[in-house]
């Protein structure tokens, strides 16, 4: 993937691989969500001075964990379109992005912010993550920032969630496609608190959640 990025992207785009570093995910497992090489993801989670390793979580992830990345997916990212998270030709940080995944890149970039200031929070990146993408430019920068407040926000560990949200099926026809995807599955009301719940579009699940199905059982 050609890196011909302006100075703001190359900052956003390293802050958020090296935060995903901090957060105990491998350069080996984020080079599998990207497509960079192994030498510039290498380049880019080289952790800087002050930017020590977080303490890691489990791997292990709860079925609320898996409906919050879903929810987050098919909400804020792909905004109910028919898109999953990977397609055949696209990881998963390539376009963790509302802005990369719908719109193509434009022929003439935009002007991008000028600032040579690099982002010393999870929130600036993602502000000047998101003025790069909405100018143009390509590939996109914000995506490992994104996905890294994600996973910081509701306490998983980035590998496991990556994995989850990266799966593939074989269709009938022998192509893949994305387990996750707005058409295959139904966000409803629990029936006993009224909390948004993820079920499969195809199943016949209980209409109550976790914690009021066992109660019911």
Not at 101 to 114: F, I, K, L, M, N
Not at 152 to 168: D, I, K, N, Y
Request: with cysteine; charged share 25%; aromatic share 4%.
């Amino acid at each position: 993937m050609n890196l011909a990025l302006p100075a703001v992207g190359r900052h956003v785009l390293g802050f958020g691989l090296r935060t995903l570093r901090r957060l105990a995910m491998p350069p080996t497992a984020i080079n599998s969500h990207v497509s960079l090489s192994p030498a510039s993801v290498k380049r880019y989670t080289t952790l800087r001075r002050g930017e020590e390793p977080s303490a890691s979580v489990g791997r292990r992830m709860w079925r609320e964990h898996e409906e919050a990345l879903v929810l987050y997916w098919c909400v804020v990212i792909a905004e109910w379109r028919p898109l999953g998270p990977v397609a055949p030709d696209r990881r998963l940080l390539d376009a963790f992005c509302p802005v990369c995944v719908h719109t193509p890149a434009p022929e003439d970039r935009a002007q991008v912010p000028r600032t040579g200031r690099r982002p010393g929070s999870l929130e600036e990146a993602l502000i000047l993550g998101a003025a790069c993408c909405v100018a143009g430019v390509r590939p996109c920068v914000q995506g490992p920032v994104r996905f890294a407040g994600l996973v910081s926000a509701l306490g998983v560990h980035p590998e496991s969630a990556a994995t989850f949200l990266a799966r593939m099926e074989p269709t009938r026809d022998g192509h893949l496609e994305p387990v996750i995807h707005p058409g295959r599955v139904w966000v409803r009301t629990c029936l006993s608190c009224g909390d948004a719940i993820v079920t499969d579009a195809a199943g016949d699940e209980t209409r109550r959640c976790r914690r009021h199905a066992r109660r019911s059982a």
